[in-house]
């Protein structure tokens, strides 16, 4: 009762700032930005949350906390008590993230946590309220978000090589010499892509085919002229002002790769690197690679493809530890000492013997 006698009211609930984070990679449109700010916003209206900040990662992983932009910001706001908030809404635990090791998303939870921001989860069936059956729910749910992207990475590498096996592309760039031609799942062609240009239904697929005639001839004048160098084939080519299928100057590398992949004799190969779930670049051995031979139209004869690698490989020689050591030991009897200053150097020179085809070419063919 009041003091004129009356009876008061209920008492109007404090309303609580609020923050909400969204995220979406490409896996499900369930979890598409709209859907989970309808949802939040449903939410805080329950609760009498007012969302006065949002934080966002739209399309992105949640594997880790890089390339998470949003994620930094709501982490840097809070701990740099620039926050006006108390509380962070998310849609549910994979959406804060998918992480591998479950303790790194307990610890970015945990941060907000220490500076006075609860995280809460307007999805899941429990309260995030550090209870025992909620932490236990929570530590299963992060488990489900980590298995679950173990399983999509198995599942799309599986349909990866599936792929490549029927002879369509796995993806990357065409190579100097190739084009990318658009197939719809017959295998009737629809378009050329361009650079950066990709596929628009997920029933057509991609297969590489012969380019443009003066690319060929500079292609097929780099095997032939695999007798030098690749440094010096580059040189070369930038003498004559060509370039990569990417417009930029030839370099080392860049000769190297187009004349070691079995695509320019019709090979399709695939895993010869792998990167999955952001663990380090492994190298597989050619055990594990995916291929199909014969499915594109070759560049250059399996004969010559052949001595190239031949002289790859004679360039890659080591010679073994013990004959350093006796040429070395040689030369200390010979000259009494082996510092640097008292060694010259002798000159070696490399004759590849190749028959059957003319490798006195100088110069690349112009375009």
């Not at 969302?51 to 809070?78: F, H, N």
């Not at 008590?81 to 809404?89: I, P």
């Not at 417009?247 to 790769?257: E, H, L, N, Q, S």
Request: glycine residues 8%; contains cysteine; proline residues 5%.
């Amino acid at each position: 009762m009041n003091k004129s006698g009356g009876t008061t009211g209920p008492r109007e609930r404090r309303r609580v700032r609020a923050a909400q984070y969204l995220r979406m990679s490409t896996d499900r449109q369930i979890y598409s930005i709209d859907n989970q700010r309808d949802a939040i916003r449903n939410y805080a209206n329950v609760m009498g949350y007012d969302i006065v900040a949002t934080y966002e990662d739209p399309g992105r992983s949640g594997l880790s906390l890089g390339g998470r932009p949003g994620l930094q910001r709501l982490l840097k706001d809070v701990e740099g008590r620039r926050a006006d908030f108390e509380t962070v809404v998310v849609y549910d635990v994979s959406r804060w993230g998918r992480f591998q090791n479950t303790d790194e998303s307990a610890s970015y939870e945990y941060r907000c946590q220490i500076a006075g921001v609860r995280i809460e989860f307007c999805a899941e069936l429990f309260v995030n309220d550090g209870s025992i059956g909620s932490d236990v729910l929570k530590a299963i749910k992060r488990s489900m978000a980590a298995e679950y992207s173990r399983m999509l990475s198995n599942r799309v590498f599986a349909g990866q090589s599936r792929i490549v096996k029927l002879g369509f592309s796995g993806g990357g760039p065409a190579g100097y010499g190739f084009r990318r031609l658009l197939v719809d799942g017959s295998g009737n062609p629809k378009a050329m892509l361009h650079r950066n240009e990709r596929k628009g239904l997920a029933t057509d697929r991609v297969i590489l085919v012969p380019g443009p005639k003066d690319e060929i001839a500079i292609e097929r004048w780099m095997f032939n002229q695999f007798v030098k160098t690749e440094a010096e084939i580059a040189t070369a080519l930038n003498a004559r002002g060509l370039v990569t299928e990417r417009g930029r100057p030839w370099t080392k590398a860049c000769v190297g790769t187009v004349l070691a992949s079995e695509k320019y004799i019709g090979n399709n190969v695939w895993n010869r690197i792998s990167h999955k779930l952001l663990h380090n670049r492994v190298r597989n051995p050619p055990s594990a690679f995916v291929r199909a031979d014969n499915v594109f139209k070759p560049l250059v004869s399996r004969a010559l493809f052949n001595r190239a690698q031949a002289t790859k490989r004679a360039r890659a020689y080591l010679i073994p530890d013990e004959h350093l050591l006796a040429d070395l030991t040689k030369l200390l009897k010979e000259r009494g000492s082996c510092r640097h200053q008292s060694l010259t150097p002798p000159r070696i020179v490399i004759q590849p013997v190749f028959t059957g085809i003319d490798l006195e070419v100088s110069r690349p063919p112009t375009s």
